[in-house]
């Protein structure tokens, strides 16, 4: 048995003899000293082995609190607890010794504290136990086993009750499944903020799986109802669910029948009174009154007269009204039907400067179609603009600048974004933005706002722009941030920066099971006046199914705490953040820069995060070991270009494609083991069969280069050849594989290859330049589409056709919801966008046949 750690030892038998000798009489713990007493131990007192007066209890870590343990013998002469195996040091152990009056036997207690983290170590392995083991001197004992468990109860029920309506006397059974707890949640049940008690209304009865049954459903059972889960942790309520017991109605006995009238006819009536339908029942089924003709004897003879013809030349005057009126309604729709096509031609606003999609160019000499010119209506004056095809540059009449001189604001290398014409015009330049950088940082170290940025130059993109607009990007990183026309003000000119915040920086607090699901994005400087949305992109790496997730945007504030400002799903548009979330990508459009990032809190254990997989080895290999190195990081760019970097300064290279993992929070931890190796040649130095990566370490993504090493050994330096099998799994989850084989003395795979993809794009680009759409076009297609057109042909069909309705709410809160679909297109589909595809949506929209053209290079 091994020995508990501190200063005592057992030495056999004259340990035991020693120990014989001594007298107990009674010891106390006051101010931690010991007393020995005057009373003899009891001659039986050899041949007792050591008996628990209290045992360690199970118990529940709530939050960070940490949980005592608590073990009291007699006998005892030592008392040491092990946990899950291993001793507790005695160091952190409180011992208390006294003495059983009734015994006169030396009693001694125990107490050690239990900390979350340690139980977070080995979570997901096993569960976390710790016993006490007593001595004496006769021998041992050993305590039950406490299990110590970290407690939590999820936020989202897995089942909620429906409201229902049911008839009189009906049961009722409304279903509610707790969320997912530890302990186990306890639920009750309320009615209208008050809580059922089965016992004093047996009219109730909640069922072992929670349910609860209303026997006999009672006018007075109508209300809402609430499923209420608790534990040790918190107490949560879910939606209401309301309850309408309603009441059918149903006849009375008819009465009698009435004396015959002039028209010989007689009548009798009933009433749905018994009972009255109520609380939305249904009305009573059939006649309340009956007539039935009277016999010949009891009718009085009447001869038709002047009442018949005027009833009847009422009718025909009513049927020829209902003719005039339908005769004008058809011609009122056809007319605004002709207006409507003529409106609908200003779709053809994209034939400035286009040519004809589907028909190439024609060479000098060749044949070419004429394009069909499009029916004359009265905005076929937007197809009269003529552009100037023999130069990147497009000059208009317009005030493009501020009234006042601005000479010397812009610092480009290029010359200035706008250059002053003669009469008033100005020049458009597209241009890249080329500052020094550190000109740039020394200007901006000045400001207040800049103390919290890094300096690191590669990873921050930064420009000049006005009510143009622009882009700015950080290239390899999934990272823009898009200015779109008119969002700066007119005559305001702005330095604006992007910078990715590296994680050990720039610390953001997560609480509980969040976890950061994207980088930390600053754009600046905060506090600038816009007049409409940027839009911020960048990746994160969760499997965007919001069923799954609770995804709030953080931002920090000016005293740099981070706040909540978006629960993403429930976006409202009178708030200045609103969320498109795809497979991979966040776009946030804001009215305020600052700094932002994704945290997102598990609602059950489906929810996955994306992690990107990546095998590093050594380039050069002039020794006997051979490294593997295993990458497990967030799904992100950013994370992604950093370990390329850092490993290209390590001297490694790529041995395999990457491989994407499915993460789940089922507090399982991750293993990674190596097979298949030719044990001729090869041998791992691992000693066990994988090695793990605890489930948190992963979860909570503050670890930004988690990765494994598998330490190989080949029996000769000429074997350079390596085949083998590396597995990646989650315990009971999600796995992947790298079915390996390559020499290791050629390095067939650079860190410069298409891995790390080297962006040729600018970081920033100003005017028209930043956009796919030339600015004139854009501007007519807003004017074309902005206004409600009856057959939905305007900015909703555009939407419908790019598959953004699920925003329309957001689009129409915006004084021009056009410019704002375009914009969401343009901060899509900057590397990779079709123009022709967007013209192609425009001619469905307008239904105008071979009217949508191809953008020239040289059109604005």
Not at 382 to 393: R, Y
Not at 556 to 567: K, R, T
């Amino acid at each position: 048995m091994p020995l508990p750690p501190g200063p005592f030892v057992r030495c056999g038998f004259n340990a035991a003899l020693l120990l014989l000798g001594l007298v107990f009489a009674g010891f106390t713990s006051t101010g931690g000293s010991e007393h020995a007493a005057t009373a003899a131990l009891p001659a039986a007192f050899s041949d007792l082995l050591p008996h628990f007066l209290v045992e360690p209890e199970d118990e529940f870590i709530v939050k960070n609190k940490p949980v005592t343990l608590t073990c009291r013998s007699t006998p005892a002469t030592q008392i040491y607890f092990k946990c899950n195996g291993e001793w507790v040091h005695q160091d952190d152990h409180l011992i208390e010794r006294s003495v059983d009056p009734a015994t006169a036997l030396p009693v001694m207690q125990v107490t050690i504290e239990i900390t979350r983290q340690q139980v977070e170590k080995i979570f997901g392995l096993d569960e976390y136990w710790c016993q006490c083991v007593a001595w004496s001197t006769t021998g041992t004992q050993k305590s039950q086993k406490a299990y110590i468990r970290i407690a939590y109860l999820r936020k989202n029920f897995e089942e909620e009750p429906q409201g229902k309506e049911v008839a009189l006397d009906q049961e009722v059974v409304l279903r509610c499944h707790p969320p997912e707890g530890v302990p186990q949640a306890e639920v009750e049940w309320q009615r209208n903020e008050d809580v059922l008690d089965p016992v004093s209304d047996p009219n109730f009865s909640i069922t072992p799986d929670h349910n609860l049954v209303i026997k006999k459903a009672r006018l007075l059972d109508t209300g809402n109802y609430t499923c209420v889960a608790k534990n040790i942790v918190a107490r949560r309520k879910s939606n209401s669910a309301t309850v309408i017991v309603y009441v059918d109605g149903g006849w009375s006995e008819w009465s009698k029948w009435s004396a015959c009238a002039a028209d010989c006819s007689m009548w009798r009536s009933r009433e749905c009174s018994q009972p009255s339908p109520g609380t939305g029942g249904k009305e009573c089924q059939g006649l309340d009154l009956q007539s039935i003709n009277c016999t010949s004897e009891q009718c009085p003879q009447t001869v038709s007269g002047a009442e018949d013809v005027a009833l009847y030349v009422g009718m025909v005057a009513v049927a020829l009204c209902l003719t005039l009126l339908l005769i004008v309604v058809v011609l009122v729709y056809r007319r605004k039907k002709e207006g409507l096509d003529a409106d609908v031609a200003d779709s053809s606003i994209l034939t400035t400067g286009f040519q004809p999609m589907g028909i190439k160019p024609s060479k000098p000499g060749v044949w070419a179609p004429r394009p069909r010119r499009p029916p004359h209506s009265k905005n076929s004056h937007l197809l009269t603009i003529q552009p100037d095809l023999t130069t990147t540059t497009t000059s208009y009449q317009g005030t493009l600048r501020s009234r006042h001189d601005t000479t010397g604001k812009f610092s480009m290398t290029n010359g200035p974004l706008l250059d002053p014409l003669p009469n008033g015009s100005h020049t458009l330049h597209n241009g890249k933005l080329n500052t020094d950088p550190a000109e740039f940082v020394s200007r901006l170290s000045t400001q207040t706002y800049f103390k919290t940025l890094p300096r690191d130059v590669a990873n921050t993109s930064y420009g000049t722009f006005n009510f143009l607009g622009g882009r700015l990007t950080i290239p390899n990183t999934g990272i823009s941030l898009l200015i779109p026309p008119e969002a700066i003000p007119r005559g305001k000119i702005y330095e604006i920066y992007l910078t990715v915040q590296r994680k050990e920086d720039l610390r953001l607090p997560l609480a509980g099971c969040q976890t950061l699901l994207s980088p930390i994005v600053s754009c600046g400087p905060p506090g600038v006046v816009l007049s409409r949305p940027v839009i911020l992109s960048m990746d994160h790496c969760f499997d965007a199914c919001l069923d799954n997730w609770a995804v709030r945007l953080k931002k920090q504030n000016y005293e740099g705490a981070w706040e909540d400002v978006l629960l993403m799903g429930e976006e409202l548009v009178s708030e200045p953040y609103y969320c498109q979330l795809e497979a991979e990508t966040c776009r946030l459009f804001t009215e305020q820069l600052g700094t932002f990032a994704l945290v997102g809190e598990s609602l059950h254990m489906g929810a996955a995060k994306r992690l990107r997989l990546v095998l590093f080895s050594d380039a050069y290999c002039s020794t006997l070991e051979y490294n593997i190195r295993v990458y497990c990081m967030d799904d992100t760019q950013d994370v992604f270009k950093e370990v390329m970097q850092m490993e290209r300064q390590l001297g490694g290279r790529l041995i395999d494609d990457p491989h994407i993992l499915l993460f789940k929070d089922s507090y399982h931890n991750l293993r990674l083991s190596i097979h298949d190796m030719p044990q001729a040649h090869w041998r791992s130095k691992l000693l066990a069969g994988y090695q793990e990566i605890p489930f948190y370490h992963i979860w909570n993504g503050s670890q930004r280069y988690l990765h494994c090493t598998f330490t190989l050994e080949r029996l000769s330096l000429h074997t350079c050849e390596l085949t083998c099998q590396l597995c990646v799994w989650q315990v009971e989850g999600e796995g992947q594989s790298f079915a390996l084989d390559f020499n290791i003395a050629k390095d067939t795979r650079a860190l410069d290859s298409e891995f790390l993809l080297m962006d040729s794009n600018a970081m920033a680009l100003a005017g028209p330049s930043a956009f796919q759409i030339p600015y004139l076009i854009r501007q007519k297609i807003c004017s074309s589409l902005d206004a409600p057109c009856p057959n939905g042909a305007d900015w909703r069909m555009l939407a419908q056709r790019l598959k953004l309705e699920r925003h329309m709410s957001f689009f129409a809160s915006k004084a021009s919801p056009t410019s704002v679909i375009l914009d969401l297109w343009e901060a899509q589909h900057f590397h990779s966008g079709n123009i022709n595809q967007l013209a192609t949506v425009m001619a469905d929209i307008g239904k105008q046949e071979a009217m949508i053209f191809l953008v020239s290079d040289g059109e604005c």
